[in-house]
């Protein structure tokens, strides 16, 4: 289930509608007596006060129907003052990323985040900018969540002089096609690190709007970041005679784990091309 982010809050109920397991009452059958229970929606009224509102809320899909109302959940937070700055000055915000589950599949985890209102794209930030903080089920857990959530947001500075460094740093055709490649591998490749499907590296760089056309490492990590997100690139799949099998089209990334797992690793990728033009 998804919650797209927009220019608004979002309350509770619609909270509840777009992410069952963030309101369970209770944790999963499963969970020992050690398990501290804090109902997500106690979380987010906590840091409703202190500041931080949610603005999109997912969970994962569970086959298991006695799981679903307890799997991994994600909210992503934003301070309004933030909000308000980037309206004036700005196209980001920074964001708070709290991935948390009731059926002990997942700690509560605290990661930094971008919002790009341009193309309503939310983005993370990987642990060698920002590190991210996790929390186990026990003790003050609204309290802890709060702790991390100020630290992280009190840090968030460093992800958008990033950007900013990141804006003035050209890249040659050969650079963005090894930026491609890098992620094509990463969201296509098996364990072996090998890719079977028509999908072409290049059409990562693709453009979907003007904003993104430039050759700066800002604009082409945006440009693979939305097409690899996002999904809809297409392409025919032939076989080994080049004759017409199908038409395969991408869809787009919705499950918690590979959404958090391919945003870090495209930032990690980006702070790489940094270090391989200064070396």
């Not at 490749?189 to 993104?212: F, K, N, V, Y």
Request: glycine letters at 6%; proline letters at 2%; aromatic letters at 6%.
């Amino acid at each position: 289930m998804f919650q797209p982010r927009n220019a608004h809050p979002l309350s509770l109920a619609e909270i509840a509608s777009a992410a069952p397991s963030e309101m369970a009452v209770s944790s999963h059958s499963s969970r020992s007596d050690r398990y501290t229970y804090i109902p997500t929606s106690e979380v987010i009224t906590g840091m409703s006060q202190a500041g931080f509102l949610a603005f999109s809320a997912t969970q994962s899909r569970c086959r298991d129907a006695e799981r679903r109302d307890f799997t991994k959940h994600m909210i992503r937070f934003r301070q309004m003052s933030d909000i308000q700055r980037a309206a004036i000055v700005g196209e980001l915000v920074p964001e708070i990323v709290l991935v948390n589950a009731h059926d002990g599949s997942a700690a509560y985890s605290l990661m930094a985040g971008l919002w790009r209102f341009v193309c309503g794209n939310g983005m993370m930030v990987s642990d060698s900018t920002l590190a991210s903080v996790h929390i186990r089920h026990s003790g003050d857990i609204v309290g802890q969540v709060i702790e991390g959530s100020l630290a992280i947001a009190g840090q968030s500075q460093r992800a958008l002089e990033q950007v900013n460094d990141w804006q003035r740093l050209q890249l040659t055709s050969d650079e963005q096609s090894a930026f491609a490649g890098a992620a094509h591998t990463l969201r296509f490749g098996d364990s072996e690190g090998e890719t079977h499907t028509p999908i072409t590296a290049a059409q990562l760089l693709d453009l979907r709007r003007h904003e993104d056309n430039g050759n700066d490492l800002w604009r082409t990590f945006n440009r693979v970041q939305e097409n690899v997100i996002r999904g809809g690139l297409s392409a025919v799949a032939r076989d080994e005679n080049g004759r017409r099998l199908r038409r395969v089209s991408t869809r787009q990334v919705k499950g918690i784990d590979q959404d958090v797992k391919l945003n870090r690793a495209l930032w990690q990728l980006a702070e790489k091309m940094v270090e391989l033009k200064a070396a």
